[in-house]
């Protein structure tokens, strides 16, 4: 049995994780991974990034001071590679170089600044299998702090697939434009759609996560649009202290969430979607097993797991 330890740092717009695995191969099924540690903090980058385009001097020192929490934590767990990566908001401010070297400087992270593209081939390094039937058509709707990535897929193959620069960070500070879904998003789901039917949509981010917990559905289970658009007019009538109190929900959980499902509705409204499988993967997942299949496929992991135990 080969057992491997990796780590991988999502730097989103609402908050920055550190997501450990531990992976278990023994070389005939599929790896098993492991969520071995999961750290969130709320550095909440958006509101810099999409207000100010530049990330505050107090921001800079707070993820700085992650950052090197999170260096201690993955060596105290004795990890053996990680990534570091940041999204949407880094994308947009003007000193990110700076924000990166002070990382380096004080945390001994290299992070790594990916675009919308990127990101989405990463979120799709996991292991959707039991998800995805070959029979059935998807979209894969990703919503962030500040972006949303969209991914189609039929016949279990990707099609097509777009980053929106519209996420639930940027909605909560106006920076959104009015009727962006229907103007953007929608034609692009419309003409990428019309050849198909019955799809289904494959949810990712902390919020629809968040949401399906709460739903207390059985992993594999679905949604529906009507759970969902009932959930969301339930929430709208409800004041942010009262989101917090009656669903036990985070500060940085009951402000975002309203968007989300504003964000996730329209768009099963706009794909004729009655369904949404919510996996529970993400950005963090994604790294660490686009890692481990890059390791596989190195010969020299294959030439370290070899060795004779006195050549090591």
Do not use: C
């Amino acid at each position: 049995m080969k057992i491997t330890k990796l780590a991988a740092i999502d730097v989103g717009s609402n908050a920055v994780r550190l997501l450990i695995n531990t992976i278990y191969d023994d070389g005939v099924s599929h790896p098993v991974y492991n969520k071995t540690s999961l750290v969130r903090i709320p550095v909440r980058l958006g509101v810099d990034a999409f207000v100010h385009r530049t990330v505050s001097a107090d921001n800079i020192q707070r993820l700085t001071k992650a950052m090197q929490a999170y260096r201690h934590i993955m060596d105290i767990h004795g990890i053996q590679d990680y990534r570091a990566f940041a999204t949407s908001a880094m994308r947009e401010v003007t000193n990110g170089d700076k924000v990166i070297k002070s990382i380096k400087k004080n945390a001994n992270i290299d992070l790594e600044i990916i675009d919308g593209q990127h990101e989405a081939d990463v979120i799709f390094a996991t292991e959707l299998d039991y998800f995805v039937k070959d029979d059935q058509n998807y979209l894969f709707v990703d919503v962030g702090g500040g972006s949303t990535e969209l991914t189609l897929l039929a016949h279990g193959k990707v099609l097509n697939s777009k980053s929106f620069p519209v996420g639930t960070v940027r909605w909560l500070h106006n920076k959104v434009p009015e009727n962006f879904i229907s103007r953007e998003i929608q034609p692009w789901i419309l003409e990428n759609t019309k050849h198909l039917s019955n799809i289904a949509i494959i949810g990712s981010g902390g919020n629809i996560n968040f949401i399906f917990k709460l739903s207390a559905k059985k992993m594999g289970k679905p949604l529906t649009y009507n759970f969902l658009k009932t959930f969301k007019n339930k929430l709208s009538k409800l004041t942010y202290e009262q989101r917090m109190s009656t669903y036990n929900m985070k500060p940085d959980r009951a402000d975002v969430v309203m968007p989300a499902l504003e964000i996730f509705t329209q768009i099963m409204r706009y794909s004729k979607a009655t369904k949404i499988y919510v996996p529970k993967i993400g950005l963090a997942d994604g790294m660490i097993q686009y890692m481990y299949h890059q390791m596989q496929e190195s010969e020299d992991f294959y030439k370290e797991d070899t060795k004779p135990d006195n050549q090591n």
